[in-house]
């Protein structure tokens, strides 16, 4: 599908099938790829319990709490990426 131009941004979604990938948000064994995700965890790596002690994860980089540079969170491996949790949306 051809997009127009826009101001020289180019987007870069794929649409991808595995046929072990088991099942996502866009079907069983289909994955989109092209954008950063957020994803919500239990502390033991299962469904999420939607408390306070679960954990986040961005790209598969667990997010710890931190006030540093203006943010909110930032991964528990340093690559200073800014992330700010305001009510349910994220900027990252």
Known sequence: MAVPDFHGLDPNLKLVYNSGGGNSWVG????????????????????????????????????????LQGGTHCAKVQNYTRIRKEGKSWYV
């Open 28 to 67: 069983v064994d289909w994955s989109l790829s092209g954008f950063s995700v957020i994803e919500r965890s239990s502390p033991e790596g299962g469904t999420p319990l939607y408390d306070e002690k679960d954990i986040f994860f961005l790209d598969g980089m667990e997010l710890v709490p931190s006030t």
